[in-house]
């Protein structure tokens, strides 16, 4: 948890352009956009509350934050035996495939039309 704030703090006061933030890989070996290109823009972009500027870095990242946010809630909620049903459903293997076949025709598609 501690990481992850001081990942925020980071991400709010720098711009993820600067020389020293992580570079996508992918982009450097290919020169394709990975389907995670942007993303690092996009939650600085949010954490200044530009969701507009933020959607044009990366449509993906932005409409993954509801499933992140569902696994997480379905971590904490795990421990409750009354909630095993929603848990299961979340973490299940349906959504995991859904949600990495979206991530793969992303990559298709913003290489394919140059989003």
Known sequence: MAIAAIAAVLYYRFSPTAWWFPQCPVKLLTGLSCPSCGAQRAFHALLH????????????????????????VALVLKKHDKWR?????????VLAWIYVACFLVWFVMRNVLGI
């Open 49 to 72: 509350g530009e969701v507009g500027k933020a959607l044009s870095f990366n449509y993906f990242f932005i409409l993954s934050i509801p499933y992140l946010l569902l696994a997480c």
């Open 85 to 93: 049903t929603v848990t299961g459903f979340i973490e299940g293997k």
